[in-house]
């Protein structure tokens, strides 16, 4: 297939495996790599690549490294450990990092990748487990436009929305901005429906109605209607958005930038990880009001 490449990806989560799903679909061939072998396995069955038994193997031979693992020492280890990713790879090759990490990381590697003549993205996602299965992903970009160029037209594979917003770390940046704006969302959502739950309302007619004006959002539009029927057994875990915006917070300290809202609801996801929610979708927010 002209333009594909050879790929590694690490990481096969609840986004990486249908991911890197789409990258063996769109022709390029593949080669992952998971902490649990087993999973890998299942991924090869299920797809047109192999699999490797270190980072260091799967990314020797490639063109682009993705990487989507949890958190700073996760994307440290599978890039920079012994077995690491980026000792194996070659001079003119990629690393494009889609975990939402620290800014602070992605400077790093960027650096770290250089020293290697090795280019370095940080690319942090939206869109949840179901933008990953349906390819409809929207990627944020830091990192030097040469790079992100080669980076792009891969990434189509599994995006709706890649953009480059600005040097190393700006992608990371961009993610908190976003996380930043989905707790608040969610906080407001939560409140009005437990209101309107409270009033007596129809509130499946109420978020039909509301939906339309100026109250209409993304998370009201897919998370309204199963916030009202207690369903949260989808989507984005309260144990990582409390990853994230333990993140944001660190970076917020950093600047000085009061994220006084985004404290107080990363608190209330803590009351909802106590109830034992850590599993549930973040749009289980409300059930600490009910």
């Not at 290697?116 to 939206?126: K, T």
């Not at 990434?155 to 709706?160: L, P, T």
Request: aromatic letters at 6%.
């Amino acid at each position: 297939m002209a333009g594909s490449k050879r790929v590694a990806f690490i990481g096969l989560g609840v986004m990486g495996f249908p991911m890197a799903r789409h990258l063996s679909a769109a022709g390029h061939d593949v080669i992952v790599y998971n902490r649990t072998t087993a999973k890998a396995r299942t991924w090869v069955k299920e797809n047109a690549g192999s699999s490797a038994l270190t980072p260091a193997k799967a990314a020797k031979h490639a063109d682009v490294v993705f990487v989507c693992v949890g958190n700073d020492d996760d994307v440290r280890s599978v890039v920079l450990g012994d077995e690491g990713a980026l000792g194996a790879m070659a001079s003119g090759s990629l690393i494009v990092d889609h975990t939402t990490a620290s800014a602070t990381l992605a400077i790093e590697l960027n650096r770290l990748c250089a020293q290697r003549e090795v280019g370095f993205i940080d690319a942090p996602i939206s869109g949840g487990q179901a933008g990953a299965e349906n390819g409809t992903l929207t990627v944020m970009c830091g990192g030097e436009e040469k790079w992100f160029e080669l980076a792009k037209p891969v990434i189509a594979a599994y995006s709706q929305a890649c953009n480059l917003i600005g040097s190393s770390g700006a992608g990371q940046l961009t993610k908190m901005v976003n996380q930043i704006c989905i707790a608040g969302l969610l906080q407001g959502l939560s409140e009005a429906l437990e209101f309107g739950r409270r009033s007596g309302l129809n509130l499946d007619l109420v978020l039909d109605t509301i939906g339309k004006g100026a109250a209409g959002s993304w998370q009201m539009e897919n998370r309204g209607s199963t916030m009202i029927r207690d369903e949260f057994d989808f989507g984005f875990a309260v144990d990582w958005m409390r990853k994230d915006l333990g993140i944001v917070i660190d970076e917020a300290g950093r600047l000085g930038a009061s994220v006084q809202v985004t404290e107080l609801v990363d608190s209330f996801y803590e009351e909802v990880q106590a109830a034992g929610g850590g599993r549930w979708d973040t749009s289980s927010l409300i059930t600490r009001l009910r």
